[in-house]
């Protein structure tokens, strides 16, 4: 029955899907982490099984909300330029690039689902000797909801989320392959969702475990060019 209930709910959120062609353009990668909210009462008591082994985190890379490092030179000999900034990668996704913030609302009115998290970041697509992990978790984010401009880069997190982290590797060539890794602290016992998926451009993915789940879409990422950037900087200029 929650299996029905989820695939209606993703049927009415699906965008059109597009076919995916080859590594080298960038992707925002999008990620919602819930919890089943019923299962999850009904099953205060149940045990599951100890796990074996946990995401590697090992070089995982974190998603960047703070770009201040990559900008420290001063444009003392040119104090009239405007530096327009490069892409980064796994820099994260400003709220107003979320294409999944209706899942997010829909989620979260829903007595069936608790939602965790909901982050995004941009990155370049790279074949399977090149890409990486993205940690992704509901507590760095929270530690870094301060108040000045990066806190625009996430999604409001509810209070009562639970700790809940793992890993997303997204991997191009011809196709699109995504890799999730998660695991799920409930109070009685750690609960584990794993796999690799071939995926296509702007699809709603689901990772199902009985305690949670992982929603997953990727999208292409299309950086200003040379001309815009032109514009934006005679506009801040004027």
């Known amino acids: 029955m929650r299996r029905y ?37 009904a099953s205060d008591t149940e045990r599951w099984p100890a796990l074996d082994s946990v995401p590697d985190y090992h070089g995982a890379q974190e998603i960047i909300v703070d770009l201040q490092d990559f900008d420290n030179e001063p444009l003392r000999d040119k104090p009239n330029e405007v530096r327009i900034p490069a892409p980064h990668p796994f ?39 090149r890409a990486r992990s993205v940690y992704v978790s509901d507590r760095p984010a929270s530690e870094r909801m301060e108040a000045d401009d990066s806190a625009e880069r996430l999604i409001e997190l509810p209070i009562t989320a639970p700790r809940i982290e793992g890993t997303i590797r ?31 451009l702007k699809e709603l993915h689901y990772f199902d475990h009985p305690l949670f789940g992982v929603i997953i879409q990727v999208t292409p990422y299309r950086f200003a060019l040379p001309e815009e950037q032109d514009d934006r900087q005679t506009a801040l200029l004027q």
């Open 170 to 200: 997204v991997r191009a060539g011809r196709l699109l392959y995504v890799t999730a890794d998660f695991v799920n602290y409930s109070e009685n016992s750690p609960t584990r969702i794993r796999g690799q998926r071939k995926i296509k």
């Open 5 to 41: 209930f989820f695939s209606i709910f993703l049927i009415t959120a699906l965008v059109i899907s597009t076919s995916v062609s080859a590594a080298g353009r960038w992707y925002a990668v999008e990620v919602i982490v819930f919890r089943h909210a019923l299962e999850a009462s």
């Open 91 to 129: 820099e994260a996704l400003r709220r107003t690039d979320f294409k999944m913030s209706d899942v997010f609302r829909t989620l979260r009115n829903s007595a069936m689902y608790e939602p965790v998290l909901h982050v995004g970041w941009r990155q370049p697509g790279v074949g399977e000797g």
